[in-house]
């Protein structure tokens, strides 16, 4: 709750290495989740917080998957708050996600997906995304749409930035693949 951000943003330093974790989830029956290797670095000076996280998951639900965020403010209590944030995940498949993630994603999104992006914050909103995503077995809800969009493979390096009247994004290297092989462009 918002007591244990408070206390978590107002400690010093708290390091986890080589721990074990598991996630109990009331809400949802069936065993806990265990985490193990689990590597925490949090450092708190004023109003800059770095976290450092990456963890052993349950097979099927995320291979090397890390977080590293580096931010001024609070992204938990507001939106004026700035930084940077860095993710990887390998083998990360949706449906497998514990309840507290799958029910912020709408109920028909499915697929599995990699990715390592690199992203730019300011006032709690992305100005630049950058790095690598792959997906296969996307099941794309869409809005207006009878059923989600199917995409059997996708991928390639994106390049977002956000702009004054919009937003651009480059994809080089492209994969896409609907139905059959899929078919890789230029840029």
């Not at 996600?97 to 709408?106: T, Y």
Request: aromatic letters at 8%; one cysteine or more.
């Amino acid at each position: 709750d918002e007591k244990f951000v408070s206390w978590l943003f107002q400690q010093g330093r708290l390091e986890i290495e080589n721990g074990e974790m598991q996630w109990f989830d009331h809400r949802e029956a069936g065993p806990a989740l265990h985490l193990a290797q689990v590597n925490l670095s949090l450092r708190n000076n004023g109003d800059r917080h770095r976290l450092v996280f990456n963890a052993d998951f349950p097979d099927g639900m995320c291979d090397e998957c890390s977080v590293v965020l580096d931010v001024t403010g609070n992204p938990l209590a507001s939106s004026d708050w700035d930084g940077d944030i860095y993710l990887r995940a390998a083998h990360v498949n949706i449906g497998a996600q514990p309840l507290i993630v799958r029910e912020k994603l709408p109920d028909s999104l499915r697929g599995k997906f990699a990715l390592q992006l690199r992203s730019e914050w300011e006032q709690g909103r992305p100005v630049s995304v950058r790095g690598s995503v792959k997906v296969s077995g996307l099941r794309l809800p869409v809005p207006g749409w009878e059923a989600p969009l199917g995409i059997r493979e996708a991928g390639g390096d994106v390049s977002w930035r956000a702009q004054r009247a919009g937003w651009r994004i480059d994809v080089a290297n492209p994969l896409l693949g609907l139905e059959g092989a899929p078919w890789a462009g230029g840029h």
